[in-house]
Structures are given as structure tokens and as C-alpha cells.
């Protein structure tokens, strides 16, 4: 199937030749056409299928016709979990609709409001925000939705992750209910699936299983690690690879980010920390460095890194195993872009047996492990299990349950208000902890709390979403505010 055969615009196809596109990619192929007809979507596909342009394609052909209503307000909204996110969709909807003229707003947590206010008074077409600020703006009369035709909700299930719920059903509800909604989500499930049922009709389901969303293009690489030197020397190691041109190197917090970033700068690198603590300006000064090449070594957390597309990135490197098995994915997606191969390579130690069942249980695959001549780690790492595309790789590592899933540390509850704790929109600092600088030179040992390298045994819910168990067991204040 060609872009042509979907029936798009003239003057878009025009752009997604010069972004260089040949052909749509199944989600786009299956997508954009039931989005043209109009109906409404919930549609499966990580992160690196080509998602946007599966939605921002046919928002923009329904740009290509006049409104019927006279009023200002955005046509299309988009509503994203992170910042990051949203200036991805911004720059998409440039992309693709440069040549419409279109004009596309950008409401993020983090900026100041004199500026926004003025955004919203002119007229806008595409819309694209995160839902707390969105709301402030709503709940001040300063958004017009009277010519609203399409609200899209891009990774949906991280948006109720990051509860944002409520958000997104007050937003919804304050649009036309003639609207035309897309979602895209990683799961379709639990509470993925009542959302979808409120606030979408007779929808069309779309789950994509393409190589690229089973990340067959990325070489998944596992490595035991005995302790927070042996860490250290391996990532050095990693880091000053030739082929390697960009690594991304996750850390569980913030605090190590930096700390991470400083030593490895120390060592040479031209190395960077992104996280949640940052303000937006230096989030986005870091983000052009890294498209520049000036950085070569990004030290970041999860929520901050998410959303990240540079091209340059050929290693994710998890210095830390996530939290949850769905960062795994979401990690992982960083490398191997827009048709790149890419390798990640995440870092174990003999107690992460459970992080890691999860991860692979989760992603369906196995992470093979690897090790460096004159770097192998001391301990009996489990022996390979090649062929096996699932299961609970058993591993030596340590007792069974050891910081694995349902330990005896606290389920979390739902962040149920958007009060309730701060938001990662405004100002960065729900989800990513502090912790101790490990990052030494004498690498001295961990806190009891913590356990080779890794916190200590935390909830590991991997198997909520999967198993379509609801959200209100999932992320919220304990666990979350750590990262
Ligand atoms: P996304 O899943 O939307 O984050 O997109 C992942 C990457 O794929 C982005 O770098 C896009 O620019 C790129 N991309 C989107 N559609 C296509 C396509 N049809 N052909 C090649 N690359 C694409």
C-alpha cells in the first residue's frame, strides 16, 4: 500500500515525501483510512510504529475543509501524558502540515501563562496539551471547543497511569459530542477499555503486532552485574564502543541521573542529564544537544526521557531495570528509529530475577544475556535460554520472589485526585525520587534500602495491564515519587 492508496490530501502527501516516507506503516495503513471515514479508533501500537502520523495524518486531511462552525478555538486536540510527548506531536503536526498553513498550539504544565493566554486567543486548529494545564485554561473560559471535531488521546494508558483520568474525561466532556475520538494506547484492556467505552462510539479496534512493535529490530542484551563498580566499568566500557553513536542510559532517579551524568563526564563523555527536576528550557536545550550530537551520552529517568526521537540513538543502556516491565518497552523504543536497528542493553544483578521475569514476561521475549571478556560478572549468571519466547527465566538469582512481583511491599494506590500530588507537568517532580549520590569515585555500598545497584524490592506490577487488572492498583504515590 502506497500513502496515495489513503486517499490523502495533495499538499500532505507532498510533506510526507519530503519527510522522506515511502510507504505507511500498518498502523497508518489500517488507521488512517477508518480515521478518514470517520469512525472513531482504539488502536494498540507502541511507541516507533509510526503512531503520530496515524493520527495526525487524518487530522490534518479534515483541516483540508472549512470548519461549518465560526468560532477560533482548536478543530483537532490532542491530549498527551508528558511534555515531551506533546512538543513531539507539535513538531509531527508542523511536519506534516507545513504546507496547510495550519496553525498548532502548544498547552504544556511548566510555561508561563501570559503566553498561552494569548496562544488561545487567536485561532487555532490543532491544539496539543497535557491535560492538568489544559484544565486550569478550561476552568478559566479561555478554550473554545464549539468547532472541536476530533479529540485524539495519545498513549492513553500512560495518561491514567499518571491520573489523569479525570482530566481527560472533564476535558472530553467539555467538547462536542459530535467530536470524532481517536485513542492510542500500548493496552486496550481493563481500564483502558471502560474509558474507551465512555468516551468513544461504536469505535473500530486496531492492535498492531508488526515486527517493529514486537522490536525485533532491537537487539535486546542482558548483563549481570555483581555491584555498583563492576556498573561503572561495564558502561565505561559500553560507552566507548565505536559503533555506538548515541547511547540513552536509564537510572531509577533523578538524583542518580545527575550523578551518573557528572561521573561520566568526569571520564571523558560528552555526557547530559534529563529529568523531571529540570525546567522546560533546559529540558528542551538538553533535548537540542542531543539532536546535535553534542551529546553523546544522555543520562535520563523514565518520564523525562519518554517520547524522545532522535535518530542518532544506537544503544538504551538500562543502568537501572525500570520499575515497571511497560517503561521496559517504552525504554527500549528510544533506539532503532524510523527503521534503524538498534541495541539495548539492560544491566542485572543477582537479586533482579523478578524484575526481569516480569519484563519478559510482559514483552513475550527473552533477553540473552551477554558478557565482556575480562568483565564477566562473578556470579553464575542463569544459563541462556535461547528458543524460549516466554516464561519466567529462572536465573540463580537469589530466592525466588526476591524483588519480584506481589513482594510483601505495599500496593500503591491510585492517584485519584489532580490535587492529590504534584503533577509531572508541573514543575517535574511526581515520579522521580531523590536519592543518595552512588556515583563515587569509591562507589561505596548502598543503603540497606537498596540492593546491588537496584532499589530495594518494590512493587514490580508488571502484570497489571496485560492481565487487564485494573488501574486503580496502579502507579501512584509510594512507589511513583521515587522515580
Ligand atoms: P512514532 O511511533 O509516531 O513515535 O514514530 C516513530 C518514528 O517513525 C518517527 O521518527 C517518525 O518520523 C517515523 N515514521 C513515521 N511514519 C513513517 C513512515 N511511514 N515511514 C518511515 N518512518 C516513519
Redo the contacts with the bound molecule.
Keep these: 500500500m502506497s500513502f496515495e492508496d489513503l486517499k490523502l490530501h495533495p499538499t500532505i502527501l507532498k510533506s510526507i515525501a519530503e ?1 522522506g ?5 500498518p498502523i ?1 495503513e489500517q488507521a488512517i483510512p477508518e480515521a478518514i471515514a470517520g469512525h472513531d479508533l482504539m488502536a494498540s501500537a507502541q ?7 496515524a493520527f495526525i495524518l487524518p487530522a490534518l486531511q479534515k483541516l483540508t475543509e472549512p470548519s461549518p462552525v465560526h468560532s477560533r478555538g482548536p478543530r483537532i486536540l490532542v491530549l498527551t501524558p508528558t511534555r515531551e510527548l506533546a512538543n513531539q506531536v507539535n513538531e509531527a503536526a508542523w511536519k506534516y502540515g507545513k504546507g496547510l498553513r495550519v496553525k498548532t498550539v502548544c498547552i504544556l504544565g511548566g510555561m508561563p501563562y501570559p503566553l498561552q493566554n494569548k496562544l488561545l486567543s487567536q485561532p487555532v486548529d490543532i491544539l496539543v496539551a497535557t491535560p492538568g494545564r489544559l484544565i486550569d485554561h478550561l476552568e478559566r473560559g479561555r478554550i473554545d471547543f464549539s468547532r472541536l471535531e476530533m479529540l485524539v488521546l495519545d498513549e492513553a494508558d500512560r495518561m491514567l497511569d499518571m491520573g489523569f483520568i479525570d482530566d481527560v474525561e472533564r476535558i472530553a466532556a467539555a467538547t462536542p459530542a459530535t467530536r470524532q475520538t481517536l485513542l492510542f494506547s500500548a493496552t486496550l484492556d481493563g481500564a483502558i477499555g471502560n474509558l474507551g467505552q465512555r468516551l468513544l462510539k461504536s469505535p473500530k479496534r486496531i492492535s498492531i503486532t508488526a515486527a517493529k512493535a514486537r522490536h525485533e529490530n532491537i537487539e535486546q542484551r542482558l548483563m549481570y552485574v555483581d555491584d555498583m563498580a563492576h556498573k561503572n566499568r561495564l558502561l565505561d566500557h559500553l560507552l566507548r564502543d565505536v559503533d555506538l553513536n548515541q547511547a540513552l542510559v536509564f537510572t531509577a532517579t533523578k538524583r542518580d541521573a545527575d550523578s551518573l551524568a557528572d561521573s561520566l563526564s568526569a571520564q571523558g563523555h560528552a555526557a547530559a542529564a534529563l529529568h523531571g527536576d529540570m525546567n522546560q528550557r533546559e529540558r528542551n536545550r538538553t533535548l537540542v544537544n542531543l539532536r546535535r550530537g553534542n551529546v553523546r551520552v544522555l543520562v535520563a529517568t523514565d518520564v523525562a526521557a519518554r517520547g524522545i ?1 532522535v ?1 542518532g540513538i544506537t544503544h538504551v543502556i538500562n543502568f537501572d531495570l525500570p520499575k515497571f516491565a511497560e517503561d521496559y518497552v517504552h525504554r527500549i523504543g528510544r533506539t532503532g ?3 534503524a536497528t538498534g541495541i539495548a542493553v539492560s544491566f542485572a544483578s543477582n537479586r533482579d530475577a523478578g524484575s526481569l521475569r516480569s519484563i519478559e514476561r510482559f514483552t513475550g521475549q527473552t533477553i540473552q544475556p551477554h558478557s565482556i571478556e575480562g568483565m564477566e560478572p562473578k556470579f553464575k549468571p542463569r544459563p541462556a535460554t535461547a528458543g524460549r519466547g516466554t516464561g519466567a527465566p529462572r536465573g540463580n538469582g537469589g530466592p525466588r520472589g526476591t524483588g519480584g512481583p506481589r513482594s510483601a511491599a505495599p500496593r500503591h494506590h491510585a492517584p485519584d485526585s489532580r490535587h492529590g500530588f504534584p503533577r509531572d507537568e508541573r514543575g517535574g517532580q511526581r515520579r522521580e525520587g531523590q536519592s543518595h549520590n552512588r556515583f563515587g569515585n569509591d562507589a561505596r555500598p548502598r543503603s540497606a534500602g537498596e540492593v546491588n545497584g537496584n532499589r530495594a524490592p518494590a512493587p514490580f506490577s508488571a502484570n497489571r495491564r496485560p492481565q487487564g487488572t485494573s488501574f486503580s492498583l496502579g502507579r501512584g504515590h509510594n512507589s511513583g515519587n521515587r522515580r
Design positions: 519527510a516516507y515511502t510507504a505507511p506503516t497508518q511507541t516507533g510504529t509510526g503512531k503520530t502520523a526521537d535518530p528509529r524510523a527503521g
